[in-house]
């Protein structure tokens, strides 16, 4: 079993910065395909970034790329996710997951563990 906690949500303005952090119990957080998912209000839950167990491999949704980037220290067992130029449509409850999978993944069915979100409000 591995629980996860995401910590680093906030409000911000447009343009602004925030760096999300997610740490995972257990000792084979690793081993683990890590990835952070996203639900706006009224809205189904979408990916957001994936990365592989070495941090090699990352995949990032269109909406995000070349501003939000994951990264992770399985030293400290924590994902991270660097979130730079702001937008409102990125207000979302954000959520950590993690995959006995190995490789990166993009599908919430993939996921085997979920943490409970933290609230990021991007203020125009």
């Known amino acids: 079993q591995v629980q996860l906690v995401e910590s680093g949500g906030g409000l911000v303005q447009a343009g602004g910065s925030l760096r999300l952090s997610c740490a995972a119990s257990?000792?084979?957080?690793?081993?683990?395909?890590m990835g952070w998912f996203r639900q706006a209000p009224g809205k189904e839950r979408e990916f957001v970034a994936t990365?592989?167990?070495?941090?090699?491999?990352?995949r990032y949704a269109d909406s995000v790329k070349g501003r939000f980037t994951i990264s992770r220290d399985n030293a400290k067992n924590t994902v991270y996710l660097q979130m730079n130029s702001l937008k409102p449509e990125d207000t979302a409850v954000y959520y950590c997951a993690a995959s006995r999978g190995s490789g990166i993944r993009s599908m919430e069915y993939e996921y085997d563990y979920w943490g409970q979100g933290t609230q990021v409000t991007v203020s125009s």
């Open positions: 257990g000792r084979t957080f690793s081993t683990y395909t």
């Open positions: 990365i592989n167990w070495s941090g090699y491999s990352t």
